[in-house]
């Protein structure tokens, strides 16, 4: 039986030999490397890297050696420079978890590459403590915010922590602290691979180790004190864990406005009005992918938006102090926009209309006269769905408990024509 495949269409077939070669490269240095790697390093002209792997690789490199300049941004210039050449770039581990390929791979075509990886820290850090790699949360906080593992901390979970430097673990263990995760068991897994290695055990609220290691990964397992910050998966998080002045649309109301705004990979939100910024939280902790730009015209909501950010682990939500439309002008176009405070001034519905994308959503919830009329009139005009939400809760009413409704609210929710034949439709 003969297999057939289909041609890559994203493969020259006329194109020369790839002359980049990228080689992941550990703590064992050549020792863990293949014949491959060993010949490739060997017959390179320049031999690009941190000073750490040049000086791992050091025996073999027969060629000029470079170390990695700042901004890195120059160093992709100098390895462009090089192209026709025989070239490697040294990287830590798999150069495409969070390293230098992907970096390159934006610039370079993967046809004038090879890629040689070694395991990731990650790898060797499941293998150290016997977890099953694809069962557990793998994260990178190197150069990143620490506050992104909020989001992963439920009580049993398992997950690796590459961390930025040897204080990574001590500033992880009081966040977990602070969290209400004190109990849960932190592993120090330091220079993986090497003669170097060292793997330490500790309670997160009684950690104590002072000399870590530079390379160190973490491995956590979740345990919750009964004060735990636990964030489910599902939209529509209780109030409570926002800070917030009153300014805030509620659970019910949110999942339900969540649901309209109906979020996709790699999608931007604008949260118009974002009081709390509560809806651009759940939007962005409903995928990695998401983005956020919260407009709030208010400085003291402004700095609490930033603040709830970063304690629901989204640090990377944009904060835009100003109001609409005004500090609309030069942002990225949105996919969705919600409309949740100040829709009924001139201009901030027409002008969020204007700004989305064809084919993407508006949601604007209204609880004043004067704003409904604004969706009336925009559902009038231009179709899309629109309902009322009321909803009471029970509350004590002397010694018996009745229903106290809260203000009902109106939902206009509209999606653009993706094209102009749809839009005459």
């Not at 557990?136 to 990143?144: E, K």
């Not at 180790?209 to 735990?228: I, K, S, Y």
């Not at 109301?253 to 990979?265: F, G, I, Q």
């Amino acid at each position: 039986m003969r297999l057939l495949s289909t041609p890559d269409p994203s493969v020259d077939p006329t194109a020369s030999p790839p002359w980049l070669t990228i080689v992941g490269i550990g703590e064992d240095g050549l020792a863990g490397l293949g014949d491959a790697a060993k010949a490739a390093i060997a017959k390179a002209a320049i031999v690009f890297g941190g000073a750490r792997h040049l000086d791992l690789a050091a025996p073999a490199i027969v060629g000029e050696s470079q170390a990695w300049l700042s901004p890195f941004a120059r160093s992709v210039e100098a390895v462009l420079a090089a192209r026709g050449r025989p070239v490697v770039v040294l990287a830590s581990g798999d150069p495409f978890f969070h390293g230098v390929g992907v970096t390159l791979s934006r610039t370079i075509p993967r046809s004038e590459m090879t890629v040689l990886p070694a395991p990731s820290s990650l790898s060797l850090a499941a293998s150290r403590m016997g977890w099953a790699l694809q069962d557990a949360v793998s994260l990178s906080l190197h150069g990143r915010p620490i506050d992104l593992i909020r989001p992963h901390l439920h009580p049993g979970s398992r997950i690796l922590a590459l961390t930025s430097d040897s204080d990574g673990p001590r500033v992880l263990a009081a966040l977990l602290k602070q969290a209400g995760f004190g109990a849960s068991t932190l592993t120090v897994l330091e220079a993986l691979g090497g003669p170097r290695e060292r793997v330490s055990t500790h309670q997160a609220d009684r950690f104590a180790l002072d000399d870590t290691d530079m390379l160190n990964v973490c491995a956590v397992e979740v345990a919750a004190g009964e004060a735990a910050r636990v964030l489910p998966f599902t939209p529509g998080l209780d109030d409570a864990l926002f800070e917030h002045d009153g300014q805030i649309t509620k659970r019910e109301v949110r999942a339900l406005t969540l649901s309209a705004l109906a979020p996709r990979r790699g999608e931007l939100l604008w949260d118009i009005g974002a009081g709390s910024g509560s809806i651009g939280i759940e939007w962005m902790l409903a995928d990695p992918s998401l983005r956020a730009i919260a407009i709030e015209a208010v400085p003291e909501r402004a700095a609490r938006i930033r603040h709830n950010a970063a304690h629901f682990g989204v640090p990377g939500l944009v904060v835009v102090e100003g109001a609409a439309p005004g500090a609309l002008a030069g942002l990225a176009v949105p996919d969705a926009v919600f409309i949740g405070g100040g829709g009924s001034e001139g201009g901030v519905i027409e002008a969020a209309i204007a700004a989305l994308k064809p084919g993407g959503r508006l949601v604007a919830n209204s609880v004043t006269t004067e704003m409904d009329a604004v969706l009336l009139a925009a559902h009038a005009r231009l179709g899309g769905s629109l309902i009322r939400i009321d909803i009471a809760r029970a509350g004590p009413i002397g010694q018996m408990t009745g229903w106290r409704p809260a203000m009902p609210v109106t939902q206009w929710s509209w999606r653009k024509p993706a094209n102009e034949i749809e839009e005459q439709a």
